[in-house]
């Protein structure tokens, strides 16, 4: 090893540079294979709400669930470059948290959430700011806004 590399930290320096590649590498794959985890979990979450439209009885713990896979949809959208899915997966997770009764307005609330969350894997690539759509994005929080108002 050089002086130089030996106070520059040369194969500290090039050992982290092939770590980053093979992290970015990664996430690059990760990131091709993200449209169809996210619609898995929208389809998660449909089963959750007509599980809980089909059985009253159990309504908050089929709510409580679809929470759980809203919250991987909030955390996971602007990571993969879809910034809408991570903002509607917020709102959705703030109309799904427990501690309250959830009427039947609420679930058809719950319902125009998946819509708008299969429109934004329809209508937009990683990066891409679609106006229609962030205006839903705006509607669904306003109404949550009300719904949690009461």
Same mark, same amino acid.
């Given at each position: ?7 520059? *930290? *040369?194969?500290?320096?090039? *050992?982290?540079? +092939? ?26 979450? +449909? ?27 909030? %955390? +996971? %959208? ?11 997966? +917020? ?13 039947? *307005? ?45």
């Amino acid at each position: 090893m050089s002086k130089h590399d030996e106070n520059t *930290g *040369g194969d500290d320096n090039r *050992g982290m540079a +092939q770590t980053l590649a093979r992290a970015r590498a990664a996430v690059e794959a990760l990131a091709r294979d993200y449209i169809n985890w996210a619609r898995a979990d929208i389809d998660a979450c +449909q089963k959750c709400l007509d599980q809980a439209v089909a059985q009253p009885d159990q309504r908050e713990t089929h709510i409580r669930t679809l929470f759980a896979v809203a919250h991987n949809i909030k %955390g +996971q %959208g602007t990571s993969f470059g879809y910034p809408l899915m991570t903002r509607i997966g +917020q709102s959705l997770c703030h109309l799904t948290r427990t501690g309250r009764p959830f009427a039947d *307005g609420d679930l058809s609330l719950i319902a125009a959430h998946l819509a708008a969350l299969r429109q934004v894997l329809e209508k937009t690539r990683p990066g891409d700011d679609n106006a229609g759509t962030e205006a839903l994005a705006a509607e669904l929080e306003e109404r949550v806004a009300r719904a949690e108002a009461g």
